[in-house]
């Protein structure tokens, strides 16, 4: 069987939990490789409507063992909650795995996160407020604490208060704020610990072993590519490694272990938080693809900024991500479009460009230049195959794969399992 990973290519957000969940039917693992729960992803299965921030959404296929592995940061409260809901809705969550190697995002860091937030004024990131970067920062300078610390009560107890009495410096002299109880955060977390302690093991070795055993494992991508920390619009990113490599750093699975990236982007362009938007549509349009595609995060229900597909940014992620293939989704949302805009170069201080600038003050720069393309005008979202999409459908989706330079596998056109069109059933293949 296959190891296939599940990319975002623009800024998150492009229903890549439906892609992973279709994967996942076949798949004998599903893997967290990077972030924490300021991931949102939402799942329709029959009917009824999941949504994820920390566990794996391959936990609503029976046969998959779902895994956190170590590039994760996982805040034990929000997991804990996130537990108990699926057990109340009759999901079998016995099979998850915790890597002992993730980070545990704790409550300083989330007053940190915003403390921070607050403090850069019109510079602020636009942060989801869960406590991420300040955890990746632990992770980074070795003041973290893990999941084996975590689950062994004197030394978590130890590692906290050590940890706090610093961080209480920083929260009370540096931001003026108050400081944060260490006994209380420990009689809260303990009891989140004994719940989690079962759960966690060697989640690198347990995948190798897999591998070798020829386990089918899709690794499920949380937030994309142009938030990676290195790849992304810096400094509007998030702290973890998005790209399709953030899969080998974050599970300790080698690169020639992977079969296949399947790239996930919608046939529009969103964005949440701050950050250079070159195809941004601050109009009627945008307010359109808005309501259509119901364009509000799953995490903060904040509204998304929407705008036209961006062919230089998604050549550049594709090409980044090493992308097998495509996965379009929401193509059903620009079914009332007149006409439809695909990004295809930019202009920068009077340049026409095709490469996607690093340097997020010269993005901020970036003019689209728009080529125009007639719209379908019809409901396709009960389409099921590829020869019954309409040729202007057709036509907007070889136009995507030709300006990206990568072929298009699936194409979605519903939230529902069933609204998804395979054209390359290979490249789905487990
Ligand atoms: P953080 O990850 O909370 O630190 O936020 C950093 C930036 O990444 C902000 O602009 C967030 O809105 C954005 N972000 C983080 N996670 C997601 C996601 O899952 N979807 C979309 N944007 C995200």
Not at 312 to 332: C, E, H, P, R, Y
Not at 389 to 407: D, F, G, M, Q, S
Request: charged fraction near 25%; charge should be negative; aromatic fraction near 8%.
């Amino acid at each position: 069987m296959a190891n296939v990973v599940v990319v975002g290519l623009l800024w998150g957000d492009e229903a890549k939990g439906k892609i992973v969940d279709y994967l996942a039917q076949d798949a004998d693992y599903v893997v967290r490789y990077n972030g924490g729960n300021n991931a949102g992803h939402t799942v329709v299965v029959d009917d009824q409507v999941y949504k994820f921030h920390t566990v794996p959404v391959g936990i609503l296929n029976g046969g998959v063992s779902p895994i956190i592995a170590d590039g994760v940061v996982l805040d034990p409260q929000v997991f804990a909650g996130e537990i108990a809901e699926l057990k109340e809705r009759g999901v079998d969550t016995g099979r998850i795995k915790v890597s002992a190697n993730a980070h545990v995002l704790l409550p300083y860091h989330r007053l940190l996160d915003s403390l921070e937030e607050s403090s850069k004024g019109d510079k602020k990131i636009g942060t989801t407020g869960r406590g991420i970067g300040p955890c990746y920062a632990d992770k980074i300078s070795r003041t973290g604490i893990r999941m084996s610390e975590f689950i062994d009560p004197e030394v978590f107890r130890k590692r906290l208060n050590d940890i706090l009495k610093r961080k209480n410096a920083i929260i009370t002299q540096v931001y003026g704020g108050d400081p944060l109880d260490a006994d209380a955060i420990y009689e809260e977390y303990k009891a989140y610990a004994e719940m989690i302690a079962p759960c966690v093991t060697n989640t690198a070795r347990l995948l190798f072993d897999a591998s070798q055993a020829c386990a089918g494992i899709v690794f499920e991508g949380a937030h994309a590519s142009l938030l990676d920390i290195d790849h992304g619009t810096y400094p509007y990113v998030t702290s973890s490694h998005c790209v399709a490599g953030g899969a080998c750093i974050g599970t300790g699975v080698g690169p020639t272990m992977i079969d296949r990236v399947i790239g996930v982007v919608k046939a529009y362009a969103t964005r949440v938080g701050e950050g250079p938007f070159p195809t941004e549509l601050n109009d009627e349009t945008g307010d359109l693809i808005r309501k259509c595609g119901n364009e509000y995060g799953t995490t903060t229900g904040r509204p998304r900024r929407c705008g036209w597909f961006d062919s230089v940014a998604v050549k550049f992620t594709a090409a980044v991500n090493g992308t097998s293939a495509i996965a379009l989704t929401l193509l059903d949302v620009l079914d009332q479009m007149d006409t439809l805009k695909i990004c295809t170069h930019y202009e920068i201080d009077g340049k026409r460009v095709r490469e996607f600038p690093s340097d997020v003050e010269v993005l901020a720069k970036a003019v689209p230049v728009y080529e125009e393309l007639p719209g379908w005008k019809q409901d396709i979202s009960g389409i099921s195959t590829f020869d019954a999409l309409p040729a202007n459908a057709k036509r907007y989706l070889a136009r995507i794969a030709e300006l990206v330079e990568t072929p298009i596998c699936v194409v979605s056109v519903g939230r529902k399992r069933e609204q998804t069109i395979i054209l390359d059933p290979e490249m789905l293949e487990m």
